[in-house]
């Protein structure tokens, strides 16, 4: 029996370099399934979805909103032609209800431990219209390696240059910052995987340089420590969402091959510019995500956020505009204040403005973004910027002997992280 998973093309944000980094939810999602079925995984965004339906059973998996109409599509089309479809993912957790109108199934939650019944009713022609498993974890404990088999690894390069291996250490998040939707999909809890466990599928990731795609690192300090520990052994060089602001922790992350993070900067406070000092201290970089569009901006705040994105020398930037996506503060209060200008979910891409700001005009705001782009890099190009995290990479491995000199080297970039929301980290 053939199941055929798709992952559905979406609009890349603009001004942003180009480049597919492998999916994280479909491999660990393909991790779960029945190990007597063929699993074709195909990439709709490095590649085209075959024209044939040669497949017995369809799963659509989609993160992102700005997906959900390309996946609803495809599930129309493969429902047409007899196949049953099943579609996951967190983009379907959000938009779960239109979801329902295009697949047989909609699976709500997390899979492991689940997917044994789900094609055993596929089998008996019983499958359920809804999974729901929402807020209903497995335990950490069950979670496998992620199945990377399935991808085609060739397609997943820049130039030549492949990108870094997707690889999660946890679950959860404990806090619940305006204006993310996590605690919505995922409750507020943090639930750390078994170190032993994480620590042994990383050893097992044919590439030095992995995206540890957690929410956010900063939950639990003696967990941090414990991790990082763990991983100097391995000589992995890797990225992530933000680190505990410790010099303890941030000293055993830089041990352990921090590279660098990718950190919400909301204002151009102290705080702010002490933080990203001290992960410049101790080495590890910083892909600033910036918000613009927030209530609070005006104009002049947001020229003067970008002068102070490059006063403290921060190495990227990723500039979005604030998007209301559905199950967030955001989407309620604009909902309620009649703010929201558009739900053609195609265009949540972040990149465009869809709301009526509080200080200036949609037209004007969207301006704001082209400006923040063209500021921040205009001295030194997006490109020249990466390239410099790279070869700062590179000089590490070379230090202690981890540097592989094939065409294997990989850019990387916080719009390939595993989220639903487009929204930016506080802590
Ligand atoms: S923005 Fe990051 S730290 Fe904040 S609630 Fe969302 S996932 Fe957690």
Redesign the pocket.
């Known amino acids: 029996m053939k199941f055929r998973l798709i992952y559905p093309r979406w609009k890349k944000l603009d001004r942003q370099t180009e480049f597919h980094l492998p999916p994280h939810g479909p491999v660990v999602f393909a991790a779960t399934l029945p190990a007597d079925w063929e699993v074709e995984f195909i990439d709709e965004n490095v590649e085209p979805l075959p024209a044939d339906a040669a497949a017995d059973f369809v799963g659509v998996s989609m993160m992102l909103t700005s997906q959900m109409k390309r996946g609803w599509e495809i599930a129309d089309h493969y429902r047409r032609r007899g196949i049953k479809v099943i579609c996951g993912g967190i983009g379907t957790m959000l938009h779960a209800e239109e979801t329902g109108l295009h697949a047989d199934s909609v699976f709500l939650g997390e899979a492991e431990g689940r997917m044994e019944q789900v094609f055993d009713d596929w089998r008996n022609n019983r499958l359920k219209p809804v999974y729901d498993y929402f807020q209903n974890h497995p335990p950490t404990e069950i979670i496998g390696d992620a199945r990377r088999s399935i991808l085609k690894r060739d397609l997943y390069n820049y130039k030549g240059i492949q990108m870094v291996d997707l690889v999660h250490a946890s679950r959860g998040?404990r806090?619940?910052?305006y204006p993310?939707c996590?605690?919505y999909l995922g409750g507020r809890q943090f639930r750390p995987r078994p170190v032993e466990k994480v620590i042994a599928e990383m050893a097992g990731i044919d590439n030095n340089r992995l995206f540890v795609v957690d929410?956010?690192l900063a939950q639990d300090r003696q967990w941090e420590i414990d991790l990082f520990r763990a991983m100097v052994p391995l000589k992995k060089k890797w990225c992530c969402?933000?680190i505990e602001e410790d010099d303890e922790v941030l000293d055993w992350a830089a041990q352990a091959g921090a590279w660098y993070v990718y950190q919400?900067i909301f204002d151009t406070s102290d705080r702010i510019r002490n933080r990203v000092r001290r992960y410049h201290d101790h080495g590890i970089a910083v892909e600033g995500t910036v918000l613009l569009g927030l209530d609070s901006h005006t104009e002049d705040d947001i020229k003067r956020l970008i002068d102070f994105l490059l006063e403290i020398e921060l190495d990227l930037a990723e500039f979005t505009v604030l998007t209301p996506f559905p199950h967030t503060r955001t989407f309620t209060e604009f909902e309620r204040e009649g703010r929201i200008l558009t739900k053609d979910w195609n265009a949540y891409t972040a990149d465009q403005v869809i709301f009526r700001p509080r200080h200036m005009s949609p037209g004007r705001l969207q301006e704001m973004y082209a400006y923040a782009w063209e500021t921040f890099y205009r001295d030194e190009p997006q490109s020249y910027k990466m390239f410099k995290l790279f070869k700062r990479v590179m000089e590490r491995e070379k230090t202690d002997g981890t540097f592989r000199p094939r065409r294997r080297d990989l850019i990387v970039s916080r719009f390939g992280r595993e989220r639903a929301d487009g929204?930016?980290?506080?802590?």
């Open positions: 998040c806090f619940n910052c993310c996590v605690s929410n956010s969402h933000p919400a929204s930016a980290e506080e802590r």
